[in-house]
Antibody
Framework: EVQLVESGGGLVQPGRSMKLSCAASGFTFSNYGMAWVRQAPTKGLEWVAT????????YYRDSVKGRFTISRDNAKSTLYLQMNSLRSEDTATYYC????????WGQGVMVTVSS | DIVMTQGVLPNPVPSGESASITCRSSKSLVYKDGKTYLNWFLQRPGQSPQLLTY???TRASGVSDRFSGSGSGTYFTLKISRVRAEDAGVYYC?????????FGSGTKLEIK
């Protein structure tokens, strides 16, 4: 059974950093591109970043470019999102998903940026 | 960026009836391989999104054949036949033709 389990969320002050993790199981992680998608409270879905299966290519939405870094450790079957210089508008539930097909999603992790 | 614009449903939809959700893209989603890079998702209340269809009309694994996607390069429809209570939620279209990937704003389906 495919499982994606996000962790690392919580409350953080504006300007600070936070790192999200997504532990994958039930499929060959190293064969799949992966992505992060977020959803602000009561809002729609917003793509954040994608990484290729081997980590050689990454893509970001403009609003997070230079602040967020997507990465992966294929040996640990884990996806990461390093978020720096956080802003109130980054407050959202962050979902980990199989990035080229979007057919599997984690349960999401809440990130609240507030003083 | 490609803008995705979704239509509104005349809610609620009676159980057993059909519902069609529309989505329009600001640019053709047809790639040089001939495929149309358009996904449909359902997000039920309190749940993660679920992929329904990809390449505009291919149903994802385990998805009921009551869901069918169709369209052209810039105008798309998700038809739900014989709606059931479990179909309630917000439906999103997403283009994966080019980066940045973009979603529509969502279409809410309520069942009567």
């Amino acid at each position: 059974e495919v499982q994606l389990v996000e962790s690392g969320g919580g409350l953080v002050q504006p300007g600070r950093s936070m790192k999200l993790s997504c532990a994958a199981s039930g499929f060959t992680f190293s064969n799949y591109g992966m992505a992060w998608v977020r959803q602000a409270p009561t809002k729609g879905l917003e793509w954040v970043a994608t990484i290729s299966y081997d980590g050689s290519s990454t893509y970001y939405r403009d609003s997070v470019k230079g602040r967020f870094t997507i990465s992966r450790d294929n040996a640990k079957s884990t996806l990461y999102l390093q978020m720096n210089s956080l802003r109130s508008e980054d407050t959202a539930t962050y979902y980990c998903t199989t990035g080229s097909s979007f057919d599997y999603w984690g349960q999401g992790v809440m990130v609240t940026v507030s003083s | 960026d490609i803008v995705m614009t979704q239509g509104v449903l005349p809610n609620p939809v009676p159980s057993g009836e059909s519902a069609s959700i529309t989505c329009r893209s600001s640019k053709s989603l047809v790639y040089k391989d001939g495929k149309t890079y358009l996904n449909w998702f359902l997000q039920r209340p309190g749940q993660s999104p679920q992929l329904l269809t990809y390449w505009m009309s291919t149903r994802a694994s385990g998805v009921s054949d009551r869901f069918s996607g169709s369209g052209s390069g810039t105008y798309f429809t998700l038809k739900i036949s014989r709606v059931r209570a479990e179909d309630a939620g917000v439906y999103y279209c997403q283009q994966v033709r080019e980066y940045p990937l973009t979603f529509g704003s969502g279409t809410k389906l309520e069942i009567k």
